[in-house]
T-cell receptor, first 112, second 114 residues
């Protein structure tokens, strides 16, 4: 069966520091991969999606970037964090763009 | 652009009472519809999905949802709510157009009174 791992679960980082969140999927090949952000009391905002290795699409211009160095690995990064980057970050995967997505457990990022 | 509206931000029901969470989507051909549940500090878990066929779909944890094309709605229901159902619920839609991505509603937070 397929599983998705996301880490770390929580992270407290100072303003201006770099960020790297990692997500890996097991049990499937060539998945669509997604990074969402969920601000406090708000819905899910799609940040990035990827349909294959090295293929990244950005939905919202921001201080973050994403990379997909391997088929089942998706990384969310920032060179310099802002206070506004605080939130709950969720990685997800799907078989195709028009099927259900399966989510990781999320990373709570607090920028101080 | 496609959109999903969940009109109720918060809902409180008594344990054992019935529940209906509303979801409306922007009109489009062949919507694929989903309901997810999120417990505090956790990821989203898929409750049920609708692709085609029978408009009443059954999901996990005793939930069901009904697709009504004429009303552009996909409301989630449960006949008797348990305290463990307290969580946030998200409706989502995607269309079959190439490049179309899953779009989520703003969520409804469900509180259950003992």
């Amino acid at each position: 069966s397929q599983t998705i791992h996301q880490w770390p679960a929580t992270l407290v980082q100072p303003v201006g520091s770099p960020l790297s969140l990692e997500c890996t999927v097991e049990g499937t090949s060539n998945p669509n991969l997604y990074w969402y952000r969920q601000a406090a009391g708000r819905g899910l905002q799609l940040l990035f999606y990827s349909v294959g290795i090295g293929q990244i699409s950005s939905e919202v211009p921001q201080n973050l970037s994403a990379s997909r160095p391997q088929d089942r690995q998706f990384i969310l990064s920032s060179k310099k964090l802002l206070l506004s980057d605080s939130g709950f970050y969720l990685c997800a995967w799907s078989v195709r763009h028009n099927t259900e997505a399966f989510f990781g457990q999320g990373t709570r990022l607090t920028v101080v | 652009a496609q959109s999903v509206t969940q009109p109720d931000i918060h809902i409180t029901v008594s344990e054992g009472a019935s529940l209906e969470l509303r979801c409306n989507y922007s009109y489009g051909a062949t919507p694929y519809l989903f309901w997810y549940v999120q417990s505090p500090g956790q990821g989203l878990q898929l409750l049920l999905k609708y692709f085609s066929g029978d408009t009443l779909v059954q999901g996990i944890k005793g939930f069901e949802a009904e697709f009504k094309r004429s009303q552009s709605s996909f409301n989630l229901r449960k006949p008797s709510v348990h305290w463990s159902d307290a969580a946030e619920y998200f409706c989502a839609v995607v269309y079959n157009n190439a490049g179309n991505m899953l779009t989520f509603g703003g969520g409804t937070r469900l509180m259950v009174k003992p």
